[in-house]
């Protein structure tokens, strides 16, 4: 067998293929070296920012801090509406060495609910064990005291405070001041398209109705915050800075507590508002509507049971002093004769004739007065004192339900008032083309016949009966009516009167005179409505007696109210201001169903009066 022979190796080629080797290795080790040194480059420099931020995230939390809530005062500086310390038991379970056995321990000394300890148990079961847990919201005061002394025994349970609204006079200022609850998904989504959902991260209540809603963005203040470092668990390692928050505004109301509880005293056990105003700046002394509620029970959340109860035929959550509808009866009449006098239907001298009743022409149909015999020759003061229905059917069916209308609108009829609560109907003053509308007919005469007395389709709340005597009283100038007159934050002071809306002009401003001494004459002389109510004042008081059915009364028969149910009774209604000669106050009573205004409404604002000049003598000479 032959050997095959061994090949010389060539070196120079090897020694450069291993030259050409190496330098694509090292090409290649120098690329991924670049690509290392580019991305080093990337992440330690062009985005720095961003990676530092994307850090602190993890490592820094922004806690926001609720804002105290602002303070609502009354007109003396009287506290209506604070901010009371809440207090509640907390736990903290990983500071819990048997969680259940605690929690039975704990239940022996204070009562504590299955459900609330289940509650605490499954949330320490989906929540971070180190977040301090409610076990019990709202200690009372021996809760507080009992656990204070046993707070050794129990490691990682404490008593934390917090501040919750409290309204020291309940539900006497209820349908004034509203109330705060819970923040619900729908005020949060409504406050995210304003902009404003970040001002209320730390914060639980809102404003729901009266003054609490119509001023929430100024009582609610601005939320703080405070930075904090958390480990990669969430624990909070230490504090970095703290922004405080700024506390709400406080208000100050035109209100009177003393005169509101003088009203919730007089319509104790009866349904009816009182609304009293300044007619020099249109500002509410006070506006009271019963039956009431106590809104703190509402603050914290409202049982179901408490909730029905609520519910009642006596509907107690109607503000009735700015969403009550009533007939205004009687109380109009002055207004009513300043039209006739200025389209010269009547004069000052003219007397009609009242046999206690009118008729249509070739109409069979008899609108009767009060008085069944009527009051014979009345002029327009007797009228008025008197309170002649006659007098006022021929006037209104000469007049129209046009200019009736187009009228009493000026003295904001048929209108919102414009007063810092939202709680408020526009109520009806009726014309032909509302009629038309609500119910598909034409307007007949004998339509306007009741709307000339302040009855038929025509329907006013107390605010707005109110609000047309302080038009009245002061001849034409419209003062809106108003709640709140100051806020206030640390050392600034804001005015909040609201401005004037355009006056009411006479062709004739005698008129006013003329109205004005009739309500004088209502309370002064012997035969007016309203005499015996006031005898023996020490202020000089006029106003307008108001009474207005609730069912009709079949031609020929006699009203008797015994054989009636309660609910069909008449209303009774008082309009009044004092002194005469220069009115510092005015006064609207309605009461449901308990009879005549001048046997039930005027006694009673005879003792809102005579509180209010006791409180104000100053004011009893219009000084």
């Not at 076990?135 to 656990?147: C, D, G, M, S």
Request: aromatic share 8%; with cysteine.
């Amino acid at each position: 067998m032959i050997k095959n022979r061994p090949t010389i190796r060539d070196h120079s080629a090897e020694a450069n293929l291993f030259a050409r080797r190496a330098f694509v290795g090292f090409v290649f080790v120098v690329i991924l070296i670049g690509v290392l040194l580019n991305n080093i480059y990337t992440l330690q420099v062009e985005k720095h920012e961003t990676y530092q931020t994307r850090s602190n995230d993890n490592r820094i939390k922004v806690i926001p801090i609720a804002p105290n809530r602002g303070l609502i005062y009354d007109r003396n500086g009287v506290l209506l509406a604070e901010n009371r310390p809440v207090y509640n038991l907390e736990v903290i379970p990983e500071q819990v060495t048997d969680l259940e056995q605690s929690l039975e321990q704990l239940g022996a000394i204070i009562n504590i609910t299955e459900t609330q300890k289940n509650a605490v148990i499954k949330s320490n079961r989906r929540s971070r064990r180190f977040k301090s847990q409610v076990l019990k919201a709202r200690l009372n005061e021996q809760e507080v005291a009992t656990f204070s002394v046993n707070q050794h025994r129990f490691p990682g349970f404490s008593v934390e405070a917090r501040l919750a609204r409290h309204y020291p006079y309940g539900d006497a200022l209820t349908h004034a001041l509203g109330y705060v609850s819970r923040l619900n998904k729908k005020e949060l989504s409504e406050l995210e398209s304003q902009g404003l959902a970040k001002n209320y991260r730390a914060t639980h209540d809102f404003g729901k109705l009266g003054i609490e809603k119509f001023y929430e963005q100024r009582l609610h203040g601005q939320v703080g915050s405070q930075r904090v470092e958390v480990n990669n668990r969430g624990r909070i390692i230490r504090s970095l800075s703290i922004e405080h928050p700024k506390p709400g505004e406080d208000l100050v109301l035109t209100l009177d507590i003393g005169l509101q509880k003088i009203a919730q005293e007089v319509l104790e056990g009866v349904r009816g508002a009182i609304v009293v105003m300044d007619p020099k700046d249109g500002g509410i002394l006070a506006l009271y509507s019963n039956p009431s509620y106590d809104p703190n029970l509402f603050v914290h959340g409202i049982s179901s049971k408490d909730y029905r109860a609520l519910l009642n035929p006596d509907r107690p959550l109607i503000n009735r002093a700015t969403q009550g509808r009533y007939a205004p009866a009687s109380t109009v009449k002055p207004h009513l004769a300043i039209l006739a006098l200025e389209e010269g239907i009547v004069k000052e001298e003219t007397k009609i004739w009242d046999p206690g009743f009118f008729q249509i022409p070739n109409v069979e149909h008899r609108w009767r007065d009060w008085l069944r015999w009527g009051h014979g020759h009345v002029d327009v003061y007797e009228a008025i004192e008197q309170s002649c229905d006659t007098y006022f059917y021929e006037t209104a069916y000469k007049l129209g339900i046009t200019k009736i209308s187009n009228f009493m609108s000026q003295f904001g009829f048929g209108d919102l008032s414009g007063i810092d609560i939202h709680e408020e109907t526009a109520a009806i003053m009726p014309t032909t083309e509302w009629k038309r509308q609500r119910f598909k007919e034409s307007w007949w005469p004998g339509d306007t016949i009741s709307v000339g007395i302040g009855q038929g389709y025509w329907t006013a709340t107390p605010m707005q009966i109110t609000n047309a005597v302080s038009i009245l009283v002061n001849k034409g100038i419209h003062r809106p009516p108003h709640l709140v007159q100051v806020a206030k934050q640390n050392n600034d002071v804001e005015q909040m009167y609201t401005e004037e809306k355009p006056p009411v002009v006479l062709k004739n401003p005698h008129h006013w005179k003329i109205a004005l001494d009739a309500m004088h004459n209502t309370v002064k002389k012997t035969r007016g409505t309203a005499h015996k109510a006031f005898l023996g004042a020490t202020y000089d008081p006029a106003g307008k007696t108001g009474t207005a059915q609730i069912v009709s009364i079949a031609q020929g028969e006699k009203y008797d109210a015994d054989s009636l149910k309660e609910k069909h009774r008449d209303n009774g209604i008082y309009v009044g201001f004092a002194p005469y000669n220069d009115p510092r106050i005015v006064v609207t009573v309605i009461v449901e169903n308990q009879g005549g205004g001048s046997t039930i409404a005027a006694p009673i604002a005879r003792k809102l009066m005579d509180y209010y000049f006791e409180a104000y003598p100053s004011h009893t000479e219009g000084k």
